[in-house]
């Protein structure tokens, strides 16, 4: 596993939204926000997440001409990481992420995760209050998350 997790404002509202935020703590233990991730969340966060910003702002700058704050802060404070993993659901964020050598998951990638590591007995209750929200749950990657879960 990574030394650090760094979390994007998206999963973090997702899994708050559904009741899962939790899963984050059970997966990795301490998860990592920028001030701008925890402002974006406008709630208070729990004691296991620390904010901690990039220290080379510049790279942050530069990204926020393609991308949002928090989506810039957390790829520029994981650019300074040796070993991390990125949570980020974005997909203009993921490809930059990707293309700057970052390792990433996404929500989904989160959920799987928990489910193959026993910490949920099926994804399907969880997809099913993630349908309720505003995430873009395409039948297709729906299907993709039950297959990676086991579930089909």
Do not use: H
């Amino acid at each position: 596993m990574q030394k650090v997790i760094i979390a994007d404002t998206s999963c973090i509202i997702l899994l708050d939204k559904i009741g899962e935020l939790n899963l984050l703590n059970t997966l990795f233990g301490q998860v990592i926000v920028t001030q701008e991730i925890a402002d974006e969340f406008k709630k208070e966060l729990p004691s296991w997440f620390t904010i901690v910003n990039p220290i080379n702002k510049t790279y942050q700058q530069i990204l926020e001409a393609s991308l949002d704050k928090g989506e810039s802060s957390a790829i520029a404070f994981a650019i300074e990481q040796k070993d991390c993993l990125l949570i980020i659901d974005d997909y203009k964020g993921r490809k930059y992420a990707e293309k700057l050598g970052i390792k990433i998951t996404g929500t989904l990638g989160v959920i799987i995760d928990a489910k193959l590591s026993g910490y949920l007995e099926s994804v399907k209750p969880l997809l099913e209050r993630i349908k309720m929200t505003d995430f873009r749950l395409t039948s297709e990657l729906e299907r993709r998350t039950l297959e990676k879960s086991g579930e089909v």
